[in-house]
C-alpha cells in the first residue's frame, strides 16, 4: 500500500489549499480515507474521514472550513481547506487501513502566516 500526498504549501491566514494523496496497492474505493495532521511539539490528530460510501466525518476545528472528497476513479483522496489559519500550521497526514494495518503517507506540510 503506498500512499502519495501532495499540495501542502505556505499560504496566508485566511486563504486556502487543497491536498491530494493518491493510493495504490488497494482497492481504493473499499477503503476509507482519512486525513490526520500533526504540529510540532503536539500530537498527530484526526482532521476528516471519508467512508466508501461518501460518508464524512470531521474534527471540530475542521468544521465548515474543510471538506474531504474522494474520485475512485483516480485513487484519490482531497481536502480542500479553507479559511486556513495560523494554527492549522502542520504536517498534513493521508491514512487508511488495510487488512487491520494502518497505512500512512509520507505528509505534506501546511504553514499559514499570520
Known amino acids: 500500500v503506498q500512499l502519495q500526498a501532495s499540495g501542502g504549501g505556505l499560504v496566508q491566514a485566511g486563504g486556502s489549499l487543497r491536498l491530494s494523496c493518491k493510493a495504490s496497492g488497494i482497492n481504493f474505493g473499499l477503503h476509507t480515507m482519512g486525513w490526520y495532521r500533526q504540529a510540532p511539539g503536539k500530537q498527530r490528530e484526526l482532521v476528516a474521514i471519508?467512508?466508501?460510501?461518501?460518508?464524512?466525518n470531521y474534527s471540530d476545528s475542521a468544521k465548515g472550513r474543510f471538506a474531504i472528497s474522494r474520485d475512485n476513479v483516480r485513487r484519490t483522496v482531497y481536502l480542500q481547506m479553507n479559511s486556513l489559519k495560523p494554527e492549522d500550521t502542520a504536517l498534513y497526514y493521508c491514512?487508511?487501513?488495510?487488512?487491520?494495518?494502518?497505512?500512512w503517507g509520507r505528509g505534506t506540510q501546511v504553514t499559514v502566516s499570520s
Open positions: 471519508i467512508s466508501s460510501g461518501h460518508s464524512t
Open positions: 491514512q487508511t487501513r488495510f487488512r487491520l494495518n494502518d497505512y
